[in-house]
Antibody, heavy 115, light 107 residues
Framework: QVQLKESGPGLVQPSQTLSLTCTVSGFSLTSNSVHWVRQPPGKGLEWVGAIWSGGSTDYNSALKSRLSISRDTSKSQVFLKMNSLQTEDTAIYFC?????????WGQGVMVTVSS | DIQMTQSPASLSASLEEIVTITCQASQDIGNWLSWYQQKPGKSPQLLIYGATSLADGVPSRFSGSRSGTQYSLKISRLQVEDIGIYYCLQAYSAPWTFGGGTKLELK
């Protein structure tokens, strides 16, 4: 069955780099796109970025300069890297499959940016 | 970037009542609009895709419609399990954008 699972550090210091991994099962990354969505505590959903089935990427305009999304298809993993973290980046980060709607989501990983 | 203006931000309704939530797109997005429901502590769940198509397993009391660049989600007879936060999402062009969300509560 289709599953996505996010993993990464729960706490990151300001100005440091966030690295998250989304490990998927039940589908191929070469046939499906995976996006990242985040949700600050008590706030709405924010689209972060995407890696398409062909390997190209798109990013949130406000995060573009700090963000990189990549993948390892052999390991069925998608990676998110965001540098120069600020307290406003504190959020639950979700990965989600697109077909072409968000049909399956991971459970999310809480990331807190704090010293 | 395409802006999605969702209204109302919050809504209080009674059981069995009809509920309507709308999203206004800042430009034409065709039918590239989906709706999601999120319950506390949970990941969002797909309700409607392609503006009007019901996702698998979603009760038929949910429906979606489109009028130009305005999109609506309707719950025909509100049930207790429908309480949560609802979001629209445009997938017409990157960057994709969500509406601000509608918090639906029981009156």
């Amino acid at each position: 069955q289709v599953q996505l699972k996010e993993s990464g550090p729960g706490l990151v210091q300001p100005s440091q780099t966030l690295s998250l991994t989304c490990t998927v099962s039940g589908f191929s990354l070469t046939s499906n796109s995976v996006h990242w969505v985040r949700q600050p505590p008590g706030k709405g959903l924010e689209w972060v970025g995407a890696i398409w089935s062909g390997g190209s990427t798109d990013y949130n305009s406000a995060l573009k300069s700090r963000l990189s999304i990549s993948r390892d298809t052999s390991k069925s993993q998608v990676f998110l890297k965001m540098n120069s973290l600020q307290t406003e980046d504190t959020a639950i980060y979700f990965c989600t499959r697109v077909r072409p709607w968000f049909d399956y989501w991971g459970q999310g990983v809480m990331v807190t940016v704090s010293s | 970037d395409i802006q999605m203006t969702q209204s109302p931000a919050s809504l209080s309704a009674s059981l069995e009542e009809i509920v309507t939530i709308t999203c206004q797109a800042s430009q034409d997005i065709g039918n590239w609009l989906s709706w999601y429901q999120q319950k506390p502590g949970k990941s969002p769940q797909l309700l409607i895709y392609g503006a009007t198509s019901l996702a698998d397993g979603v009760p038929s009391r949910f429906s979606g419609s489109r009028s130009g660049t305005q999109y609506s989600l309707k719950i025909s007879r509100l049930q207790v399990e429908d309480i949560g936060i609802y979001y629209c999402l445009q997938a017409y062009s990157a960057p994709w954008t969500f509406g601000g969300g509608t918090k639906l509560e029981l009156k």
